[in-house]
């Protein structure tokens, strides 16, 4: 559903991308959270924009949690 919306809004993020995204970020983030700590991994989706998916892992595997676009330079990248 969430890539519908993004669809929606223009953007094209496909399954590929978002492998991409976690296997080879550009910029890994931690948040420890108030539960469990979770990474964001960062990719460039543009000149302006960056992909961020939100991510935890489980044993050897990763759960994504979410993810989203958000302009660049929010995040100094």
Request: glycine residues 2%; without cysteine; proline residues 1%.
């Amino acid at each position: 559903m969430k890539k519908r919306v993004l669809k929606e809004l223009g953007w094209d993020i496909n399954k590929k991308l978002i492998e991409k995204t976690v296997s080879k970020p550009i910029r890994v983030d931690e948040d420890l959270g108030q539960i469990e700590k979770v990474f964001i991994a960062n990719q460039l989706v543009n000149k302006k924009h960056v992909l961020r998916i939100v991510y935890k892992k489980v044993k050897n595997s990763v759960v994504i949690i979410t993810f989203y676009v958000a302009r660049r330079e929010r995040y100094e990248i």
